[in-house]
Structures are given as structure tokens and as C-alpha cells.
T-cell receptor, first 112, second 115 residues
């Protein structure tokens, strides 16, 4: 079966620092999604990528769909306290309404 | 802004008891998903509905779990009997099904604790 690796597993940073995380897979995907989950809440969609090589921004967040279609990264610039949470990549093989396969998550903690 | 509603938010039960979770998707979303998220892991799909029909329940433990969406709108997920290993967050998501409107929007989840 497909393997989906998300790294790092956790990050401890100071407010104002930039953050970078990525997902790699053994399989090719046609859509890469990035979600953020706060404690005790459901995941919230941050960015959706539909084309290999695509670079998309949402405020301080930037994500790219890898050329090989097997990876994606998410960057957060100038982190703020509300960025704390768990970030999941969730690629999809097709463009339709099929299930998402979630990565293992990157837990972001901001040190005072 | 339209949201996916779930209830209850928290449920504590004893093993061997029955539990039920309810989800109301975003209005107009034909596709509804139930995911289970074990602490420290990403969500995993249990069942997917297209309108009132099940399109994927391959990961649903059918000996104890059941799900229905009788009128193609809201949905109920039931566990009977609950086991200790069922303790998890149960998430409902919905999506439209045209163009790029396939993206899934999640509700706040139901946190189940089985004692």
C-alpha cells in the first residue's frame, strides 16, 4: 500500500520564526490538501493544490505541489501564537469526491 | 458561514453500551464522510455516503458499527456494543460534488471515551 510520511513530527519554535514541513509519498497524487487541527476540534482546510509544480499562498502560508506529484511542502512565515496546532497533509489520487489519506501530522508549538 | 454540525461534542460510556453520533452537513453537500481519529494519528475514513447511498464502507467494523443517511441529509453513526478500543474522536465531513467543489469540510467532532 501507499506510504505517506510527514515531517517533522513536532516543532518547537519562537514567535516570529518561519516554519517548514513536508509530506512525501511512495504514490502519485493529483491533489494535495493541507489542514490544521486545533485541540478538540475538527481539521480546517488551509490550502488546496491541484497541479504539479503549483505554488499557492494563503496569507502567511505557502504550499507547493511537488513536480513528481509524490510530495508537498507547507511554509508558515513569521509565526504567531494562533499558529499552534497540528498540521496534516491529505493527498488524493483523483479530483473527485473520494476519501482523504491523512499524514501523521506535524505538531507546532510556540515557545514563549 | 455554513458549517458541519455534530452532536454530542463529548460522550462517555461504559463498554458494551450503545452510542450514537449525529451529523448535519453543510446545506447542499451531497457527499458525507465519517472519519475516526485515534489520539496522535490522522483521521481515517469509516464510511462515505453519496446522497443516501453508501459508496465506501470498507473500513467500517460492521459487526458493531452502523451508519445511515436515510433522507440524504443528516446522518447517524452508531456503535453497539462499544469497546475500550473505540475511544477516539469521530469526525464528520461533507463536500459538494461539482467542479473543484470536492473539498471536504469537517465538523468539530465527537470525542468518545469508553470506560
Amino acid at each position: 500500500g501507499q506510504q505517506l510520511n510527514q515531517s517533522p513530527q513536532s516543532m518547537f519554535i519562537q514567535e516570529g520564526e518561519d516554519v517548514s514541513m513536508n509530506c512525501t509519498s511512495s504514490s502519485i497524487f493529483n491533489t494535495w490538501l493541507w489542514y490544521k487541527q486545533d485541540p478538540g476540534e475538527g481539521p480546517v482546510l488551509l490550502i488546496a493544490l491541484y497541479k504539479a509544480g503549483e505554488l499557492t499562498s494563503n496569507g502567511r502560508l505557502t504550499a507547493q505541489f511537488g513536480i513528481t506529484r509524490k510530495d508537498s511542502f507547507l511554509n508558515i512565515s513569521a509565526s504567531i501564537p494562533s499558529d499552534v496546532g497540528i498540521y496534516f497533509c491529505a493527498p488524493r489520487a483523483n479530483f473527485g469526491n473520494e476519501k482523504l489519506t491523512f499524514g501523521t501530522g506535524t505538531r507546532l508549538t510556540i515557545i514563549p | 458561514e455554513a458549517e458541519v454540525a455534530q452532536s454530542p461534542r463529548y460522550k462517555i460510556t461504559e463498554k458494551s453500551q450503545a452510542v450514537a453520533f449525529w451529523c448535519d452537513p453543510i446545506s447542499g453537500h451531497a457527499t458525507l464522510y465519517w472519519y475516526r481519529q485515534i489520539l496522535g494519528q490522522g483521521p481515517e475514513l469509516l464510511v462515505q455516503f453519496q446522497d443516501e447511498s453508501v459508496v465506501d464502507d470498507s473500513q467500517l467494523p460492521k459487526d458493531r458499527f452502523s451508519a445511515e443517511r436515510l433522507k440524504g441529509v443528516d446522518s447517524t453513526l452508531k456503535i453497539q456494543p462499544a469497546e475500550l478500543g473505540d475511544s477516539a474522536m469521530y469526525l464528520c465531513a461533507s463536500s459538494f460534488n461539482r467542479g473543484k467543489g470536492y473539498e471536504q469540510f469537517f465538523g468539530p467532532g465527537t470525542r468518545l471515551t469508553v470506560l
